[in-house]
């Protein structure tokens, strides 16, 4: 017998064992609740989101984790945006919610949205078997949808479910975890009034990013005088990234030694080289890259770059934490408003408007003839990812919420 509290935390696209791909916030909330002295079921699907391929569940090697993983049957959808996907979510409802009704002996259940559909069954597990539920808001379903299909009436009609849905996995939450403000205070809307919140950022690790600089850094040959303006990250509509191949093109006109350095893949891979041959920027792209050679990548640029459309819904994104532990300047076209006055306040990088090719151009430029300023705003940046992203510290205001709820 244990008189330890068991926690259960679900997510849908966790990097698990030896995976290369997937989203790690999870894994090490999981990881920093077991060394306070829980027991931790992850719970996730079985098939793998990032790579679009299902996951041997039954010999699954999981290396030395120490929380136990739970696989939820998903079926197979080919794209990240699909009536497939969507289908696939609404089964992995009806499966986590007869797992609960199974497995409910738990202290509390945190679970991350979206999917909004998967997030609402579980809310409902948990009022069924009263247990305190934590909503961790990772991304904001419908409205990241409306990048890419936004048509009047007709969207809204489509999306109505998501909206109801989300709105009710809210009134539910004993707590609301958000990754930025923005997303905190949208649960916060739906929520009963006075439930504890925090903001905590998706952060990394500056000891395995460092680590991972110390390794691979020295294998990158970067030529004497070259200037790397670099992206990493997802290439999808969501990124404002033709606009940033165009404005290199424009940078390379008087500062031909600005390469542009793309360190990521995705739906967009094939029309960035197309716009990239038509205007004739110089431009590298190197695919998705482990995460120990990015972050050595990221630290031989010099400028880095946080590129998003107008519309795009995000707020404070993953690759955030990344670039801030490189130290370098940021160029910033994210329209989120708590952003923008981040980037401003904490002197870390420039805002751009989104689809100012000129616009970017000049900022551009600017930091490359001026390397002081450079250097001034990369010191600042690694202090912010010090002080505010590094998960160690960071994440504890998430175990600091989870015992004040459980007790």
């Not at 998501?162 to 539910?172: D, E, I, N, P």
Request: with cysteine; aromatic share 10%.
């Amino acid at each position: 017998m244990t008189d330890k509290k068991r926690i259960a935390i679900y997510t849908q696209d966790a990097k698990l064992g030896n995976e290369v791909k997937g989203a790690t916030r999870y894994v090490y909330l999981a990881t920093l609740l077991h060394e306070h002295g829980y027991d931790v079921d992850f719970i996730t699907s079985g098939f793998q989101h990032w790579e679009k391929r299902q996951r041997d569940v039954e010999h699954f090697n999981a290396g030395t984790d120490a929380y136990t993983i739970r696989f939820i049957e998903e079926p197979f959808y080919p794209k990240n945006m699909c009536p497939q996907r969507i289908w696939a979510h609404h089964v992995v409802a009806k499966r986590v919610s007869e797992y609960f009704d199974w497995h409910h002996d738990y202290d509390l259940i945190y679970c991350q949205i979206p999917p909004n559909d998967v997030a609402r069954e579980i809310g409902k597990a948990a009022q069924k078997f009263n247990i305190p539920f934590v909503v961790d808001v990772n991304d904001l379903w419908p409205e990241a949808f409306r990048v890419a299909f936004d048509v009047p009436v007709l969207s809204d009609i489509l999306f109505a479910p998501f909206y109801r849905q989300a709105k009710a996995v809210y009134q539910m939450a004993d707590a609301i975890v958000g990754t930025s403000d923005e997303y905190r205070e949208r649960g916060l809307r739906d929520a009963r009034a006075g439930i504890p919140s925090e903001t905590v950022y998706v952060g990394n690790q500056l000891c395995e990013f460092d680590a991972g600089v110390s390794v691979n850094a020295p294998q990158i040959d970067k030529p004497a005088g070259d200037i790397w303006v670099s992206y990493a990250g997802t290439l999808s509509a969501c990124y404002d990234l033709e606009t940033l191949v165009n404005a290199m093109a424009l940078v390379q006109k008087s500062h031909p030694e600005a390469k542009l350095q793309i360190l990521g893949d995705g739906s967009e891979r094939e029309n960035l080289k197309a716009a990239a041959q038509s205007c004739g920027a110089s431009v590298a792209f190197h695919g998705y890259l482990p995460y120990d050679q990015m972050a050595a990548w990221l630290s031989k640029s010099d400028i880095t770059i946080n590129s998003l459309v107008e519309k795009a819904a995000q707020s404070i994104v993953t690759k955030i934490g990344d670039y801030l532990a490189a130290g370098k300047p940021m160029v910033n076209t994210s329209c989120s408003k708590e952003f923008r006055a981040k980037v401003e306040a904490d002197g870390f990088g420039v805002n751009v408007k989104p689809g100012d090719a000129e616009g970017m151009a000049r900022v551009l430029i600017d930091l490359i003839e001026d390397s002081s300023r450079r250097a001034q705003m990369g010191e600042r940046a690694r202090a912010i990812a010090e002080e505010q992203f590094d998960r160690p510290h960071s994440y504890l205001k998430t175990v600091r919420l989870i015992e004040g709820l459980i007790g």
